[in-house]
């Protein structure tokens, strides 16, 4: 069964830091990219970063480069989202999402509140 499990949001002020984590499972990691994706209320999903796990290669949204930085570790199938630097905007449930061609995985969401 493939699991995607994402943890570490919470309540932080603004210019405070989170460490998001999102354990993957059922399927082969490395052969997949990565990515963080976020809601916030009232608006449309937008994507945050990604990584291609093979490769390392990174990328990131305007809204959060030099601020977010994305990471792997292959050896526990685990993707990170180290967020500095956080203001009221990034206010949004975070979710976690494999891709693979036409083949994508879901995780159900963390919660990051950032307060003015």
């Known amino acids: 069964e493939v699991q995607l499990v994402e943890s570490g949001g919470g309540l932080v002020q603004a210019g405070g830091s989170l460490r998001l984590s999102c354990a993957a499972s059922?399927?082969?990691?490395?052969?997949?990219?990565l990515g963080w994706f976020r809601r916030a209320p009232g608006k449309e999903r937008e994507g945050v970063s990604s990584i291609i796990i093979k490769y390392g290669y990174a990328n990131y949204a305007d809204s959060v480069k030099g601020r977010f930085t994305i990471s792997s570790d292959e050896a526990t199938n685990t993707v990170y989202l180290q967020m500095n630097s956080l203001k009221p905007e990034d206010t949004a449930v975070y979710y976690c999402a494999a891709f693979r061609g036409y083949i994508h995985y879901w995780g159900k969401g963390t919660l990051v509140t950032v307060s003015s």
């Open positions: 059922g399927f082969t990691f490395d052969d997949y990219m």
